[in-house]
């Protein structure tokens, strides 16, 4: 009998199911008394508290029929925790006062630790400790293990509540170990539950995540859903920054309902902080008083005054200013102070930054250094808090010195914080929480007009994700596994969509997100190399560097030409922002006006371009006739002769576009017959030849009349349901934009002259490359154009700017665009591998990229080539790692929802960045002819997180890729102009850039070359 009572703990659907049997047979009073009390326990552990206090007044009654005071003591100690924690703490502390008068020995110790629990939910933690304290003495001494666990187990918690996590993590240790001895398997969760919370208090959020996983899987082992678990989740992930996924998590634990009175407070105002972060104060607030109005009527001051407090800060988020909030949140963070709240820091920072609106100078100073008092063992993130209040308080003295002192030690605290973690989204996530202490200084760089102070300041919390050395995959089997069966789920829905596999390709993302997250970080030592101002300068020699930046929402410039550092303002980021998503809007629309150029196929070979000698063909591999193995083409599978695609009717032209020859002076892409035989990889096998050659169809052009070309990417030109972007058409359109007055005798604009070809009623209307280049120029360099010349530049854009297409701009000087100009120094530092080794990748669907690849198979004979079956994930990872140069011709796909899953689509599915972070060194070289390869999502403080700001830190000098879908005909002469400058030892932006001189008047091709970035050095 005595067992119901622990397994009602450990399994309380069993114990609950014995209660019942035991009660069948009509028991004595006492048993009857252990199994009803069984099996109030066990409906407490479910969250059905109505029925377990029912069941439990019925224990307690036949203890007293029993005459036995140590039952009945029992009874009402697990009745006055439950009263407790139902919110009835008046009734249930009464209870467990009788309770502790009618125990002796062991059974006081075990009355004491529910007396503990009930003060702990009031927030009165020093008495909780006291009565703790005492009930591991009696239980210790009595060798009851499993209570001595549970005593263990609370006072962890209200240690670690009080900022003890070394006693804390004590006792949750040795609690682990006396609960897996007696096989309590639903408490050894809870305390692996509670181990995540030391980490978290520490500052180290994926052990706490990796504890908090574990405990999940646990407790859903034993059946039970526990409302804790999901409130210790919601601040690990709002301290990483997840703040999205934090409310999503705590509105679907509230909307399921059960739990007692008690939880339901904690989970609101868990759920309130979450709607803080995530920019919802309207959603905060209203949460926030709800837990208020719960724990009040609970008396439970330490959980109302913290509701209260975000009450105050959705106040202030939603632009309430003055006296009122004031006085309110000075109240409210001296009642914090006193019951010991983490959150008094905060409140005090709050009030500081209201007396300094106010102009009270004097109380702004007391809260501002109660908000900088922080313990040498805090952690950093809490330490960060407390420099940041320190910082402003010396602002508001006028003492700069101790403000950048105290920046600059808020930031290397957030940099200790960073690299505990391994997975690049966090650390990225992490950097917003420098952003002001980053702007203070800048602030005070800008007063001074100083910039070289600028430049160190902004480099000092800049895109500092890529120059940390990435954690080296750990050959996570796992991981490798979840991502290959999402590459299986994802190619299978492209064929047909399927709900059933559409939910599995979502819970596949979120396995290896979180598995991902979980990742621990790398060694600190030398991660983090100071910015050496000098060191650029020599580094640029002619060079000019333009480093853009966001103060305030103003943009500024940064030019820094031989040794001299000058400041520019140039005006409003959010304008330069939208002249940009104009300009690429116009791109994209270009590159799909017409059928693309027609490519030259094996069939019909044609003269070479004027000035270049013919392409060299492979030894052994003649131009295709009847010879052994390359019969004539038929149809290419999927190709039919004359099928219509891409929406291009089947005519010769449309309206007006007549078909034209290759621009001049780029080499045509007519292909020697299939691919060289391929150089083995270490441990990859030889990839085979293309079987045959494609019908001339498949390598896109005007073929029999008809258009082949890549299919359109969401969201371009004519995509159904597509949105159109800011200033496209149908959107308000700002002064200067399409249909606003010209300026008289504005050459050029809107009524000036067209891009060549660009005539009749099916083309493209719009303003010239020029007028584009003009105003987009205007609107993110302003006055600093004019001091770069004809120089090669090196550029560093803001976040919100990272998808500029600087061609336009920058016009045919050679351009690398970078994160920071810190990224640059090291990307130039990279050494080429001494195998000079060459990849080759064709993902599927991709008819005109065919000929692309065929002739750089042709350029390099030894490349390793990978396509028709052989392009799959595993095959093309194992080939780009250390290669020298690596090209891959694929469907490009960017996530903004979440853009580590950003692919490209390989013949076994997509290659996601998580797969890329497996590599251990990138191509040094890379080209991307995919549409979007270069886009990058901008979170945190200017940190990029897509598919080719990923290479980067692994290790890549040089990357091309393009920010605007591009037309794949019009690419590919592109591609084989970039390889041929390439191969002349050109670095990548100089290929680059002489490539695009030779485009000619096509403007579908000049709108592919200005599509494209070169990222890096």
Same mark, same amino acid.
């Given at each position: 009998?005595?067992?119901?009572?622990?397994?009602?703990?450990?399994?309380?659907?069993?114990?609950?199911?014995?209660?019942?049997?035991?009660?069948?047979?009509?028991?004595?009073?006492?048993?009857?008394?252990?199994?009803?009390?069984?099996?109030?326990?066990?409906?407490?552990?479910?969250?059905?508290?109505?029925?377990?206090?029912?069941?439990?007044?019925?224990?307690?009654?036949?203890?007293?029929?029993?005459?036995?005071?140590?039952?009945?003591?029992?009874?009402?100690?697990?009745?006055?925790?439950?009263?407790?924690?139902?919110?009835?703490?008046?009734?249930?502390?009464?209870?467990?006062?009788?309770?502790?008068?009618?125990?002796?020995?062991?059974?006081?110790?075990?009355?004491?630790?529910?007396?503990?629990?009930?003060?702990?939910?009031?927030?009165?933690?020093?008495?909780?400790?006291?009565?703790?304290?005492?009930?591991?003495?009696?239980?210790?001494?009595?060798?009851?293990?499993?209570?001595?666990?549970?005593?263990?187990?609370?006072?962890?918690?209200?240690?670690?509540?009080?900022?003890?996590?070394?006693?804390?993590?004590?006792?949750?240790?040795?609690?682990?170990?006396?609960?897996?001895?007696?096989?309590?398997?639903?408490?050894?969760?809870?305390?692996?539950?509670?181990?995540?919370?030391?980490?978290?208090?520490?500052?180290?959020?994926?052990?706490?995540?990796?504890?908090?996983?574990?405990?999940?899987?646990?407790?859903?082992?034993?059946?039970?859903?526990?409302?804790?678990?999901?409130?210790?989740?919601?601040?690990?992930?709002?301290?990483?920054?997840?703040?999205?996924?934090?409310?999503?998590?705590?509105?679907?634990?509230?909307?399921?309902?059960?739990?007692?009175?008690?939880?339901?407070?904690?989970?609101?105002?868990?759920?309130?902080?979450?709607?803080?972060?995530?920019?919802?104060?309207?959603?905060?607030?209203?949460?926030?008083?709800?837990?208020?109005?719960?724990?009040?009527?609970?008396?439970?001051?330490?959980?109302?005054?913290?509701?209260?407090?975000?009450?105050?800060?959705?106040?202030?988020?939603?632009?309430?200013?003055?006296?009122?909030?004031?006085?309110?949140?000075?109240?409210?963070?001296?009642?914090?102070?006193?019951?010991?709240?983490?959150?008094?820091?905060?409140?005090?920072? !709050?009030?500081?930054?209201?007396?300094?609106?106010?102009?009270?100078?004097?109380?702004?100073?007391?809260?501002?250094?109660?908000?900088?008092?922080?313990?040498?063992?805090?952690?950093?993130?809490?330490?960060?808090?407390?420099?940041?209040?320190?910082?402003?308080?010396?602002?508001?003295?006028?003492?700069?010195?101790?403000?950048?002192?105290?920046?600059?030690?808020?930031?290397?605290?957030?940099?200790?914080?960073?690299?505990?973690?391994?997975?690049?989204?966090?650390?990225?996530?992490?950097?917003?929480?420098?952003?002001? !202490?980053?702007?203070?200084?800048?602030?005070?760089?800008?007063?001074?007009?100083?910039?070289?102070?600028?430049?160190?300041?902004?480099?000092?919390?800049?895109?500092?994700?890529?120059?940390?050395?990435?954690?080296?995959?750990?050959?996570?089997?796992?991981?490798?596994?979840?991502?290959?069966?999402?590459?299986?789920?994802?190619?299978?829905?492209?064929?047909?969509?399927?709900?059933?596999?559409?939910?599995?390709?979502?819970?596949?993302?979120?396995?290896?997100?979180?598995?991902?997250?979980?990742?621990?970080?790398?060694?600190?030592?030398?991660?983090?190399?100071?910015?050496?101002?000098?060191?650029?300068?020599?580094?640029?020699?002619?060079?000019?560097?333009?480093?853009?930046?966001?103060?305030?929402?103003?943009?500024?410039?940064?030019? !820094?030409?031989?040794?001299?550092?000058?400041?520019?303002?140039?005006?409003?980021?959010?304008?330069?922002?939208?002249?940009?998503?104009?300009?690429?809007?116009?791109?994209?629309?270009?590159?799909?006006?017409?059928?693309?150029?027609?490519?030259?196929?094996?069939?019909?070979?044609?003269?070479?371009?004027?000035?270049?000698?013919?392409?060299?063909?492979?030894?052994?591999?003649?131009?295709?006739?009847?010879?052994?193995?390359?019969?004539?083409?038929?149809?290419?599978?999927?190709?039919?002769?004359?099928?219509?695609?891409?929406?291009?009717?089947?005519?010769?032209?449309?309206?007006?576009?007549?078909?034209?020859?290759?621009?001049?002076?780029?080499?045509?892409?007519?292909?020697?017959?299939?691919?060289?035989?391929?150089?083995?990889?270490?441990?990859?096998?030889?990839?085979?030849?293309?079987?045959?050659?494609?019908?001339?169809?498949?390598?896109?052009?005007?073929?029999?009349?008809?258009?082949?070309?890549?299919?359109?990417?969401?969201?371009?030109?004519?995509?159904?349901?597509?949105?159109?972007?800011?200033?496209?058409?149908?959107?308000?359109?700002?002064?200067?934009?399409?249909?606003?007055?010209?300026?008289?005798?504005?050459?050029?604009?809107?009524?000036?002259?067209?891009?060549?070809?660009?005539?009749?009623?099916?083309?493209?209307?719009?303003?010239?490359?020029?007028?584009?280049?003009?105003?987009?120029?205007?609107?993110?360099?302003?006055?600093?154009?004019?001091?770069?010349?004809?120089?090669?530049?090196?550029?560093?854009?803001?976040?919100?700017?990272?998808? !500029?297409?600087?061609?336009?701009?920058?016009?045919?000087?050679?351009?690398?665009? $970078?994160?920071?100009?810190? $990224?640059?120094?090291?990307?130039?530092? $990279?050494?080429?591998?001494?195998?000079?080794?060459?990849?080759?990748?064709?993902?599927?669907?991709?008819?005109?990229?065919?000929?692309?690849?065929?002739?750089?198979?042709?350029?390099?004979?030894?490349?390793?080539?990978?396509?028709?079956?052989?392009?799959?994930?595993?095959?093309?990872?194992?080939?780009?790692?250390?290669?020298?140069?690596?090209?891959?011709?694929?469907?490009?796909?960017?996530?903004?929802?979440?853009?580590?899953?950003?692919?490209?689509?390989?013949?076994?599915?997509?290659?996601?960045?998580?797969?890329?972070?497996?590599?251990?060194?990138?191509?040094?070289?890379?080209?991307?002819?995919?549409?979007?390869?270069?886009?990058?999502?901008?979170?945190?403080?200017?940190?990029?997180?897509?598919?080719?700001?990923?290479?980067?830190?692994?290790?890549?000098?040089?990357?091309?890729?393009?920010?605007?879908?591009?037309?794949?005909?019009?690419?590919?002469?592109?591609?084989?102009?970039?390889?041929?400058?390439?191969?002349?030892?050109?670095?990548?932006?100089?290929?680059?850039?002489?490539?695009?001189?030779?485009?000619?008047?096509?403007?579908?091709?000049?709108?592919?070359?200005?599509?494209?970035?070169?990222?890096?050095?």
């Amino acid at each position: 009998m005595e067992n119901l009572l622990p397994l009602a703990l450990s399994r309380p659907h069993d114990a609950i199911a014995a209660a019942r049997t035991v009660l069948a047979d009509s028991p004595p009073a006492v048993a009857a008394s252990i199994a009803h009390q069984a099996w109030g326990i066990g409906l407490r552990q479910l969250g059905e508290v109505p029925p377990a206090v029912r069941q439990l007044r019925t224990a307690l009654r036949l203890a007293e029929q029993s005459g036995r005071s140590e039952r009945e003591a029992d009874v009402l100690a697990t009745l006055g925790a439950t009263l407790g924690r139902a919110g009835r703490s008046r009734e249930g502390l009464a209870r467990l006062d009788r309770a502790v008068d009618l125990s002796r020995g062991a059974l006081t110790g075990r009355v004491l630790l529910r007396r503990a629990d009930v003060l702990l939910v009031l927030g009165r933690h020093r008495e909780a400790l006291d009565d703790l304290r005492a009930a591991i003495t009696r239980l210790r001494r009595s060798g009851d293990q499993v209570w001595e666990a549970r005593s263990r187990n609370y006072r962890g918690f209200i240690q670690l509540a009080l900022g003890g996590t070394k006693r804390a993590d004590a006792d949750f240790a040795v609690a682990e170990k006396l609960y897996a001895a007696a096989g309590q398997e639903f408490e050894y969760a809870e305390a692996r539950g509670n181990r995540g919370l030391v980490a978290y208090a520490r500052g180290d959020l994926p052990a706490a995540l990796r504890y908090l996983d574990e405990a999940g899987r646990r407790f859903a082992a034993v059946g039970v859903s526990w409302p804790d678990l999901a409130i210790d989740r919601c601040g690990v992930l709002l301290a990483a920054g997840l703040s999205a996924e934090a409310l999503a998590e705590m509105d679907q634990a509230i909307g399921a309902g059960g739990g007692t009175a008690t939880k339901r407070g904690e989970l609101l105002f868990a759920a309130a902080t979450a709607a803080l972060a995530a920019g919802d104060p309207a959603g905060a607030q209203e949460r926030a008083e709800r837990a208020r109005r719960l724990f009040s009527a609970q008396r439970r001051e330490w959980w109302s005054v913290r509701s209260s407090m975000v009450v105050l800060e959705a106040r202030y988020q939603a632009g309430e200013r003055g006296e009122a909030l004031l006085r309110r949140v000075t109240e409210v963070a001296r009642r914090l102070d006193a019951v010991g709240a983490s959150e008094a820091t905060a409140a005090h920072l !709050l009030a500081g930054r209201l007396a300094l609106a106010a102009g009270r100078t004097v109380a702004a100073d007391r809260q501002l250094a109660l908000a900088g008092q922080h313990s040498k063992d805090a952690p950093p993130i809490a330490r960060s808090a407390a420099w940041l209040g320190k910082a402003l308080r010396a602002e508001a003295r006028g003492d700069v010195r101790a403000m950048l002192s105290a920046c600059g030690r808020g930031l290397d605290a957030l940099d200790e914080h960073r690299l505990t973690m391994g997975a690049t989204e966090l650390r990225a996530l992490a950097t917003g929480q420098g952003a002001e !202490l980053a702007e203070l200084a800048l602030r005070d760089a800008l007063r001074r007009d100083d910039p070289r102070r600028l430049l160190v300041w902004a480099e000092r919390w800049r895109a500092t994700t890529l120059g940390v050395p990435p954690v080296r995959p750990s050959d996570d089997g796992q991981l490798a596994g979840e991502l290959a069966a999402l590459r299986d789920v994802v190619r299978r829905l492209d064929a047909a969509p399927d709900p059933l596999l559409e939910k599995e390709r979502r819970r596949l993302e979120k396995t290896v997100r979180d598995r991902t997250l979980r990742a621990q970080g790398g060694a600190r030592d030398g991660a983090l190399l100071p910015f050496d101002v000098d060191e650029l300068i020599d580094a640029l020699g002619e060079t000019v560097l333009v480093e853009l930046l966001d103060i305030g929402g103003t943009l500024h410039a940064l030019v !820094l030409r031989d040794g001299n550092i000058t400041h520019h303002e140039v005006g409003s980021l959010t304008t330069a922002a939208l002249e940009a998503e104009r300009t690429r809007f116009h791109l994209r629309r270009l590159a799909h006006t017409r059928p693309p150029t027609p490519i030259p196929t094996p069939h019909t070979p044609t003269a070479a371009p004027e000035g270049f000698p013919p392409a060299a063909r492979p030894e052994g591999f003649p131009y295709p006739g009847p010879a052994e193995g390359f019969p004539h083409a038929g149809p290419a599978e999927g190709f039919p002769p004359t099928a219509p695609s891409d929406g291009f009717p089947p005519t010769a032209s449309p309206d007006g576009f007549p078909p034209t020859a290759p621009p001049t002076g780029l080499p045509d892409v007519g292909s020697p017959a299939g691919f060289p035989d391929a150089s083995p990889v270490a441990g990859l096998p030889h990839a085979r030849p293309l079987v045959g050659f494609p019908h001339p169809s498949a390598l896109g052009g005007v073929v029999d009349g008809t258009a082949v070309g890549r299919r359109q990417p969401a969201g371009g030109e004519g995509e159904p349901g597509a949105p159109r972007p800011a200033g496209g058409e149908g959107a308000p359109r700002p002064a200067g934009g399409e249909g606003a007055p010209r300026p008289a005798g504005a050459a050029g604009g809107e009524g000036g002259p067209r891009p060549a070809g660009a005539g009749g009623s099916g083309g493209y209307r719009g303003p010239s490359f020029e007028v584009l280049g003009r105003r987009l120029a205007d609107a993110v360099l302003g006055s600093a154009r004019e001091l770069i010349g004809d120089r090669a530049v090196v550029v560093v854009p803001p976040g919100r700017l990272q998808a !500029l297409p600087w061609g336009l701009v920058l016009g045919e000087r050679a351009v690398n665009v $970078v994160p920071s100009a810190a $990224v640059w120094l090291r990307a130039r530092e $990279v050494r080429a591998p001494a195998e000079r080794r060459v990849v080759l990748v064709l993902g599927p669907g991709l008819p005109a990229a065919r000929g692309e690849v065929l002739r750089l198979a042709a350029q390099y004979p030894d490349a390793t080539v990978l396509a028709d079956g052989d392009a799959t994930a595993e095959s093309v990872l194992r080939a780009l790692d250390g290669a020298w140069i690596a090209h891959i011709a694929a469907h490009g796909t960017f996530r903004a929802d979440s853009p580590l899953f950003s692919s490209l689509r390989l013949d076994d599915g997509p290659l996601t960045v998580y797969d890329f972070e497996r590599l251990r060194r990138a191509p040094y070289r890379m080209v991307l002819s995919s549409c979007d390869s270069g886009l990058a999502k901008p979170v945190g403080a200017d940190e990029l997180l897509g598919l080719s700001s990923s290479l980067i830190p692994l290790g890549a000098a040089g990357i091309l890729a393009s920010v605007v879908p591009v037309n794949d005909p019009a690419t590919a002469p592109l591609m084989l102009a970039v390889h041929e400058n390439l191969r002349a030892g050109q670095s990548l932006a100089e290929a680059f850039a002489a490539a695009r001189q030779r485009i000619g008047n096509d403007p579908v091709a000049e709108a592919a070359g200005r599509s494209f970035v070169a990222l890096g050095a």
